[in-house]
């Protein structure tokens, strides 16, 4: 079982910057691919960035140029650095991993808890 938790959020003026961290614990055998989610109230999930074990990225394209993924392997962590924010990036912000075994075989997905990110003057 791995337990992931998140850190960083909170309230910031639009044009700040955030940086979130998220890190796992538990019976880690090999974390694979980890990503951030957000969720603002009344919308579905969205993946915000995510990251593989060799460090390739992608992110949503409303955050492209704003946002930065980024994780350190022997730390079992994963950040997130927010720049430009907009109050648009208003939400809860979630920390997603999973685990590879071998031979094909996945953990199922885990999920942190969530910070809360606000931007609003």
């Known amino acids: 079982q791995v337990q992931l938790v998140e850190s960083g959020g909170g309230l910031v003026q639009p044009g700040g910057s955030l940086r979130l961290s998220c890190a796992a614990s538990g019976g880690i055998f090999r974390l694979h691919a980890m990503a951030w989610y957000r969720q603002a109230p009344g919308k579905e999930r969205e993946l915000v960035a995510g990251?593989?074990?060799?460090?390739?990225?992608n992110y949503a394209e409303s955050v492209k140029g704003r946002f930065t993924i980024s994780r350190d392997n022997a730390k079992n962590t994963v950040y997130l650095q927010m720049n430009s924010l907009k109050p648009e990036d208003t939400a809860v912000y979630y920390c997603n991993a999973r685990q590879y075994y071998g031979s094909g075989v996945y953990s199922p997905d885990y999920w942190g808890q969530g910070t809360q990110v606000t931007v609003s003057s």
């Open positions: 990251i593989t074990t060799t460090g390739s990225t």
